[in-house]
Nanobody, 127 residues
Framework: VQLQASGGGLVQAGGSLRLSCAAS????????VGWFRQAPGKEREVVIR????????YTADSVKGRFSISRDNTKNTAYLQMNSLKSEDTAVYYC?????????????????????WGQGTQVTVSS
């Protein structure tokens, strides 16, 4: 499967953005999907992750109550809705997918666990 992220841009603090992650190739429903971000000089960190069927979600504490993830397997697309954006949310955002064979929830935050990655999309929040 190939992933392509889009929807980034410049937004004022307190505003909202929705990122999209479009999949092609192998069935999108075969993969759990996560969103990561990487700010300059910082490590890539997981933001949010959704199971294959969409029934379970992991959300990083830093974005709880502000960010949500959804997916439409019929459209092979996942979404990251970001509300109440803060300057510290500024980063390049990546979508990623992983096969769930032998899944262990402890691995969710580990970028190395993810099999496929989209290109990043820049999100800049101005204060």
């Amino acid at each position: 499967v190939q992933l392509q992220a889009s929807g980034g841009g410049l937004v004022q603090a307190g505003g909202s953005l929705r990122l999209s992650c479009a999949a092609s190739g192998r069935a999108f429903s075969d993969y759990a999907v996560g969103w990561f971000r990487q700010a300059p000089g910082k490590e890539r960190e997981v933001v949010i992750r959704m199971s294959r069927s969409g029934d379970r979600t992991y959300t990083a504490d830093s974005v709880k109550g502000r960010f949500s993830i959804s997916r439409d397997n019929t459209k092979n697309t996942a979404y990251l809705q970001m509300n109440s954006l803060k300057s510290e949310d500024t980063a390049v955002y990546y979508c990623a997918g992983h096969d769930t064979t032998g899944f262990d929830a402890r691995w969710i935050p580990l970028p190395t666990y993810y099999d496929v990655w989209g290109q990043g999309t820049q999100v800049t929040v101005s204060s």
